[in-house]
T-cell receptor
Framework: GAVVSQHPSRVICKSGTSVKIECRSL??????MFWYRQFPKQSLMLMAT?????????EQGVEKDKFLINHASLTLSTLTVTSAHPEDSSFYIC?????????????FGAGSRLTVL | SQQGEEDPQALSIQEGENATMNCSYK?????LQWYRQNSGRGLVHLIL?????REKHSGRLRVTLDTSKKSSSLLITASRAADTASYFC???????????FGTGTRLKVLA
C-alpha cells in the first residue's frame, strides 16, 4: 500500500529559529500533498495544499511567509516554519492522496511534533 | 466553517461492547471516509463509503451513510482495547479536492 514518510517526528527549537519538516511518498508519486496542523484533542486543520512544481495553495488565515511549502519533486514536499515562536508549537501532519478502488484516499505521515521554547 | 461534527466527543466502553460514532457534514459529497488516529500519530484510512451507498462493512466495522440527513455512523463491534484511538470522518466537497475532517470521537476501550 501507499506509504508516506514524515520526519522529524519530534523537534525542539529555540524561538526565532526555522524548522524544516519533510514529507515523502515512498512508493507512489504524489502530485498533491496536504499539510495539516493539529492541536491537542482537536481535529485536523488544513493549512495548505502543496502542488508539485507550482506554488502551494494556502488556507485562509495561514501565513504564507511563516509556513513555507516547497514541493520540488513528485515524492517530496517540505514545510518550513520560519522564525518559530512558542505559539507555533503544534503537531504537523502531511498527507498525500492515493487511489484506492477508484477513489482517492489520504495516506498520512506519522506527524511531527514541534515544540518551540 | 465547513468542518463536520462528530458525536460523541468522547466515548468510554468495556471491551467486547459495541462503539457507535456519528458524523454530520455540511456539503454535497462524492464519498465519506473514516480515519483512525492513535495518540501522537498520523491518521490511518479505515473505510470509504460512496454517496450512492447506504451501508458498508469491513471486518468489525460497519458504516452507514444518509445523504438526505448529511450524516454517517461508524460502528465498531466487539471492541478491543487496541481500538482505543480517535476516529475522524472526512469528506470531499463535490467539485473540490479538499478533505474536511470532522471534530473527532475519542474512543477508550477498557480491558
Amino acid at each position: 500500500g501507499a506509504v508516506v514518510s514524515q520526519h522529524p517526528s519530534r523537534v525542539i527549537c529555540k524561538s526565532g529559529t526555522s524548522v524544516k519538516i519533510e514529507c515523502r511518498s515512498l512508493d507512489f508519486q504524489a502530485t498533491t500533498m496536504f499539510w495539516y496542523r493539529q492541536f491537542p484533542k482537536q481535529s485536523l486543520m488544513l493549512m495548505a495544499t502543496s502542488n508539485e512544481g507550482s506554488k502551494a495553495t494556502y488556507e485562509q488565515g495561514v501565513e504564507k511567509d511563516k509556513f513555507l511549502i516547497n514541493h520540488a519533486s513528485l515524492t517530496l514536499s517540505t514545510l518550513t516554519v520560519t522564525s518559530a515562536h512558542p505559539e507555533d508549537s503544534s503537531f504537523y501532519i502531511c498527507s498525500a492522496s492515493a487511489a484506492l478502488s477508484g477513489a482517492n484516499v489520504l495516506t498520512f505521515g506519522a506527524g511531527s511534533r514541534l515544540t518551540v521554547l | 466553517s465547513q468542518q463536520g461534527e462528530e458525536d460523541p466527543q468522547a466515548l468510554s466502553i468495556q471491551e467486547g461492547e459495541n462503539a457507535t460514532m456519528n458524523c454530520s457534514y455540511k456539503t454535497s459529497i462524492n464519498n465519506l471516509q473514516w480515519y483512525r488516529q492513535n495518540s501522537g500519530r498520523g491518521l490511518v484510512h479505515l473505510i470509504l463509503i460512496r454517496s450512492n451507498e447506504r451501508e458498508k462493512h469491513s471486518g468489525r466495522l460497519r458504516v452507514t451513510l444518509d445523504t438526505s440527513k448529511k450524516s454517517s455512523s461508524l460502528l465498531i463491534t466487539a471492541s478491543r482495547a487496541a481500538d482505543t484511538a480517535s476516529y475522524f470522518c472526512a469528506t470531499i466537497s463535490s467539485g473540490t479536492y479538499k478533505y474536511i475532517f470532522g471534530t473527532g470521537t475519542r474512543l477508550k476501550v477498557l480491558a
